[in-house]
């Protein structure tokens, strides 16, 4: 969690405090700046080092962070969960945040419906009980005579065989 060398003391999470080496706590350590610039993303384009980049004709290529290209059923998705009015509205290359952030939105409409149509199945599971104990049916007389059927069957084919 903690790592020292020399007058720097670096923490895990990216920040760095210097203090003099002579100096037992007295001092109040300074915070030096992080080695990752704060606010900017943690992939990349997947590209070449800006160094050694080529140059364009127009002069230096900008780098852009890495980008996805939606397939179409990315491009539903991002339709449906309303990020987008038109099919024609979706650009070629797409952020990777964007694209999950519709896939989550998705998956909790998907659960949701889900959810409506349990409790909708449960209350007709329900009403066709209750009609069923209005004409007297229940599982254990539909088992009876199923069972009194293959016994009929089977005395039948008892008796065919005796012949």
Known sequence: ?????????????????????????EAAPRRIAPLRPRGLPRYCSGRAPSGSEPQGPAGKVHRVPAEHKPSQFDKKILLWTGRFKAMEDIPPRIPPEMIDAARNKARVKACYIMIGLTIIACFAVIASA?????????????????????????????????K
């Open 130 to 162: 209750k009609r069923a104990a209005e004409r007297h049916e229940s599982l254990t007389s539909w088992n009876l005579a199923k069972k009194a059927k293959w016994r009929e069957e089977a005395a039948l084919a008892a008796q065919a065989k005796a």
């Open 1 to 25: 969690m903690l790592a020292a060398v020399g007058g720097l003391l670096r923490l895990r999470l990216g920040r760095s405090f210097r203090w003099a080496p002579g100096a037992r706590g």
